[in-house]
């Protein structure tokens, strides 16, 4: 079993910035997947940033430049560094672990929510 627990949402201004970090325990593969995934209020679910655990990063077109995803394999935490963030920022961030190798593989935090004012 795998637990995944989030912190560092909050409220904050525009142009501000927030670190939100994901603590996992149980078994993480090395060829595990973490990510950070948001749902803004109304929408969809999507993705903002993943690595892998060679430091390969990916993210969405809207948060490149300002997000950073990052990786500590030692302490098993995933990190996301929020700069500039904006009010479309906004919604409920998820921690994500998946395993491409083994598509059950799946598990989510419970969430943080993070609120951008203009």
């Known amino acids: 079993q795998v637990q995944l627990v989030e912190s560092g949402g909050g409220l904050v201004q525009a142009g501000g910035s927030l670190r939100l970090s994901c603590a996992t325990s149980?078994?993480?593969?090395?060829?595990?997947?973490l990510g950070w995934y948001r749902q803004p209020p109304g929408k969809q679910r999507e993705l903002v940033a993943d690595?892998?655990?060679?430091?390969?990063?990916n993210y969405a077109d809207s948060v490149k430049g300002r997000f950073t995803i990052s990786r500590d394999n030692a302490k098993n935490t995933v990190y996301l560094q929020m700069n500039n963030l904006k009010p479309e920022d906004t919604g409920v961030y998820y921690c994500?672990?998946?395993?491409?190798?083994?598509?059950?593989?799946?598990?989510w935090g419970q969430g943080t929510q993070v609120t951008v004012s203009s």
């Open positions: 994500n672990v998946n395993d491409p190798p083994r598509p059950w593989y799946v598990y």
């Open positions: 149980g078994t993480i593969f090395g060829s595990s997947v």
């Open positions: 690595i892998r655990s060679g430091g390969r990063t």
